[in-house]
């Protein structure tokens, strides 16, 4: 284990030794042992020995050491006011924080002050708004199993949002994880932590919470019956976990647990509950257009491509003017889950057009929506008693703002139903504001148990301590006036220090003058201060009415704040409708803004449909002056699309903005087009541009064809394919032969919505053969000797020889580019015999998957056939274990697929390996 975490061995053996302080810290660490303790002594939070050593590394602070009558230890403290930085630098080095606060005023009970541990910071259940990014969720994620079913529960403690889903697929498992992107998970028995992106952090949990009875009683607690809302076991035991983990992160663990040994950690009997969680929504991922981790990535939806190195060049940068943090993750979790149902479209569709018809209304919105917090955190805080009374200022003007959006949406709410469904939801909570209008003061400090927080008047016994305070200063107020006529001394004057309190000072030349009952209490240079025995009684009235008042200030603004938590799902359900509202007001200024249009969306029943005119890149067109639109059509009997075109002539721009238009179409959002009529994709598969997976430790071609593997196996009529330069890691002639048997087959057997972005010329003249199968191209001119894109797509292939036009255009010599010319035309003879000796019908493409199947594996090991590559690894590694032989013997290579094969090579070849 990490020396950071877990008992200092230099303390474990002698526990009973050990002051009590260090007992304390000793017992926290073994009680959190997979977390670094920060353990806090007054101002700062402190960790020893290993712990320290590894925290100044880290956050390069300074080593220091503690010293008591049992040792010496190292030392790094870390300031309490200040650890957010600090805690955010341990988590990002993969630590867990477990924070020990002081739980009590030092002097409060004999003995050790006590400890306790708070809370526990994971990457996953941040709860600390400095370290979250406003206008995204936070999500943990739990993975359980059962026979065949992964289930997955995802969490955003932050914000209380809980999604449970599951599938027999464990790859429709995987593209759900990666849809959300949680930071953190935790995995059942039996699960593949591989599930998981490789930036979550994958964290071992103690197991028993994933059985079926603890986690069904944990989520009926919570939620009721489970098998009422959830399917299936496998969401069961990982909602139940994931509610496990969340409220061991809350911290409060039972004290006399025993720590267990084996580096996870067991949960205590006794935490604390959640109530902020109030609900959990399961879905099928079948509701939504699925997108895999590679389309989300080539779609650019939340990371923008190199290319363009803008952070808002993505389509969530393009569509996000939404004004507060609530609407930023309600678009992006549209965007992460666009409708398949053409009525939840329309209804989506319908507002953003209410909206973008009236902009008055609109920017109204805007502008008050500005003034909108983060009332889903806010709520969060208020009920984990987390909340400043500065939280509770911002739910008030929050507040405040409602009414005023339920005005502005008086105007257009019955042009459409959910326009009028937010009205009604848009719940001003009277009851809450005027709570906080009549406890608090206007503007409180954030400070909550030193006073000035709550308001005049709201509390008989608060008022009472306030006025005897004011009394006491109001008579040492007039004290100065009294006592100089009293004593006849002009400057006496009546000051106030914090070490001495209050005191009557007399310079030297008037000491002779001072009272009787005057008692000296300094003595300073040029005079003396005193007090009165009357005087001190004044001031210990003040003091104690003072403290008596800040303990009353603070155990009402906690009556104030469990108050306002019991009204959770309200301002919840609030929440919600601002950012619905929110989400809704930034598609439609973003439609009028850059001339979207309505998408027309068709029933799901109907044949195939994606009529695009005038379509532009909705991320490309922002980056650039100008941009020339183009459209596409798609049916049944014209699905699949060969461009062509030189290099940076548009194709994968042109391929991409298809995709991104029916994407946002679904959404619900208006799309950059002059018209779009579409049935709904139910899946989008991309293998665009070169995603190398280098840390994967995999070939280019390797990662092309498993993606091309997964696209042939999983897509069918309903998806979007797009496929730019296959077959490009290996010679042109595999290049070429593999290119054509996937087009064939995607034609033939697949029958999705296809474009296919290729160099490989003689790939337009299959057209021929495949009746629905047609050309592209981009063409480019010369003018003056330069080469001009017009980025102008149009029906047809393009002039095969374009290579050589620019070759000439950039002033290659006469003479080479002649060559050029007469080398190109040979080349297309040839491959015109090629084809025309294969044959017909059957055989050719018999033919040409064999050719293929051996390219293919050329390709990636440089082996002359599949069966001649496992017997060089006989030479190489010993021997073939029989399996794996019989297996080679019984592959059928004359019914493979070229893709078939490949994935085949590649599964024998970690049988070898395992
Ligand atoms: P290809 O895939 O053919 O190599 P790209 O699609 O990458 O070409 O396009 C190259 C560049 O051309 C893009 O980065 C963009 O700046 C510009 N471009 C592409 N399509 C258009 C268009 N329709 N209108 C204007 N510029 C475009």
Redesign the pocket.
């Known amino acids: 284990m990490d020396s950071a975490c877990g008992p200092p061995p230099e303390m474990a053996d002698r526990r009973e030794e050990l002051t009590p302080m260090m007992g304390q810290y000793h017992d926290l660490c073994a009680r959190y042992d997979d977390a670094i303790v920060l353990f806090q002594v007054g101002d700062f939070y402190e960790t020893f020995c290993g712990a320290a050593e590894r925290t100044a590394r880290l956050l390069e602070l300074t080593l220091t050491s503690r010293e008591d009558s049992t040792g010496e230890y190292p030392m790094t403290g870390i300031p309490v006011d200040n650890a957010a930085s600090y805690i955010d630098d341990l988590l990002e080095a993969g630590y867990r924080v477990a924070v020990a606060d002081q739980v009590e005023e030092p002097g409060e009970s004999p003995g050790v002050v006590e400890r306790a541990v708070t809370r526990v910071i994971t990457p996953g259940t941040l709860t600390e708004d400095e370290l979250l990014a406003s206008d995204d969720n936070n999500f943990v994620a739990a993975l359980a199993r059962t026979d065949d079913t992964h289930g997955l529960a995802l969490l955003d403690v932050s914000t209380g949002d809980f999604l449970a889903t599951s599938s027999t697929s464990s790859e429709a498992i995987a593209d759900e994880i990666s849809r959300f992107a949680p930071a953190e998970a935790i995995v059942g028995p039996g699960v593949d932590g591989a599930l998981a992106p490789e930036a979550c952090m994958v964290t071992p949990f103690d197991e028993s919470v994933f059985e079926r009875e603890r986690a069904g009683e944990l989520l009926a607690d919570y939620f009721g019956d489970p098998d009422s809302l959830l399917a299936g076991d496998a969401e069961v035991r990982a909602c139940g976990a994931l509610l496990a983990y969340a409220e061991y992160a809350r911290g409060g663990v039972e004290e006399d647990e025993d720590a267990d040994s084996d580096g996870t950690i067991e949960t205590g009997t006794q935490t604390t509950r959640l109530e902020y969680l109030t609900h959990l929504t399961r879905y099928d991922p079948r509701e939504y257009l699925l997108l895999d981790a590679v389309a989300l990535r080539s779609l650019e939806l939340f990371e923008p491509r190199a290319?363009y190195g803008r952070e808002e060049a993505t389509l969530f940068g393009v569509l996000d003017e939404t004004s507060s943090a609530l609407g930023g993750r309600k678009l992006r979790d549209w965007l992460r889950r666009p409708l398949l149902e053409p009525a939840r479209i329309d209804a989506r569709l319908d507002a953003v057009e209410a909206l973008t018809g009236d902009v008055r209304t609109r920017e109204e919105l805007t502008d008050l929506l500005r003034d909108v917090y983060d009332l889903e955190r806010l709520i969060g805080r208020i009920s984990r008693e987390r909340a400043n009374a500065r939280d509770l200022r911002s739910l008030r003007d929050t507040l405040a703002v409602v009414p005023e959006l339920r005005d502005r949406l008086e105007g257009v709410r019955d042009e459409c139903d959910r326009l009028e469904t937010l009205h009604a939801n848009l719940d001003p909570l009277s009851d809450v504001r005027e709570l906080i209008e009549d406890g608090l003061v206007a503007d409180p400090p954030i400070e909550i148990t030193e006073g000035g927080v709550i308001a005049e008047g709201y509390d008989d016994d608060l008022d009472e301590l306030r006025e005897t305070a004011r009394d006491g200063k109001r008579w040492i107020d007039d004290l100065e006036e009294s006592e100089r006529e009293r004593t006849g001394i002009d400057s006496l004057s009546v000051g106030y220090n914090s070490v001495h309190g209050y005191y009557i000072e007399v310079t030297n030349p008037n000491l002779e003058s001072v009272p009787e009952n005057y008692q000296r209490r300094q003595t300073l240079k040029n005079s003396e201060r005193f007090v009165t025995p009357e005087l001190k009684k004044r001031e210990d009235e003040i003091v104690g009415a003072e403290e008596r008042a800040d303990e009353r200030e603070y155990e009402l603004f906690c009556e104030i704040r469990r108050e306002i938590a019991a009204a959770v799902e309200r301002v919840q359900g609030l929440a919600s409708a601002v950012a619905t509202l929110d989400a809704l007001v930034s598609l439609s200024t973003v439609a009028a803004q850059y001339d979207y249009c309505r998408p027309e969306v068709i029933g799901r029943d109907e044949p195939r449909t994606l009529e695009i005119e005038g379509g532009?890149?909705p991320v490309?067109?922002r980056?650039?002056e100008?941009?020339?639109?183009?459209g596409a059509r798609f049916a049944d009997d014209r699905r699949l699309g060969i461009i062509t075109?030189?290099?940076?002539?548009?194709?994968?721009?042109?391929?991409?903005?298809v995709a991104q238009i029916a994407l946002l179409a679904q959404v619900g959002s208006f799309v950059p087009a002059r018209s779009v009529r579409l049935t709904p994709l139910e899946r989008i598969f991309t293998r665009v541009g070169a995603s190398d997976d280098i840390a994967g430790g995999r070939s280019t071609f390797m990662v092309e064809m498993d993606e091309l593997a997964t696209i042939l196996e999983e897509a069918d009529e309903r998806s979007l394919v797009l496929l730019?330069e296959v077959g490009r890691g290996t010679s042109t002639a595999d290049g070429l032969a593999i290119a054509q048997a996937i087009t064939e087959h995607l034609h033939d057997e697949v029958g999705a919505t296809t474009l296919f972005?290729t160099h490989h010329h003689p790939l337009t003249e299959l057209t021929d053969d495949l009746e629905a199968a047609f050309t592209l191209h981009?063409e480019t001119t010369q003018e003056d000797g330069e080469v001009v894109?017009h980025?102008?797509?149009a029906p047809g292939a393009a002039d095969g020889s374009y290579g050589v036009s620019v070759a000439t255009a950039a002033g290659v010599p006469e003479p080479v580019v002649e060559r050029s010319r007469e080398l190109v035309a040979e080349a297309g003879a040839e491959s015109a015999t090629e084809r025309a000796g294969a044959g017909d019908g059957e055989t050719a493409a018999t033919d040409d998957a064999m050719t293929a199947a051996d390219d293919a594996t050329t390709g990636t090991t440089d082996a002359p056939s599949a069966t001649d590559d496992a017997t060089t690894a006989t030479a190489d590694g010993g021997d073939v274990p029989t399996d794996v032989a019989a297996e080679l013997r019984a592959l059928d290579l004359a019914h493979l697929t070229p893709v078939e094969a490949l994935t085949e090579l590649d599964r024998l070849k970690r049988l070898l390996e395992e």
């Open positions: 290319v532009r890149h490309v067109e980056t650039q100008s941009f020339v639109p183009n075109g030189p290099n940076m002539s548009g194709k994968s721009t042109y391929m991409r903005q730019d972005a981009f894109f980025h102008d797509i």
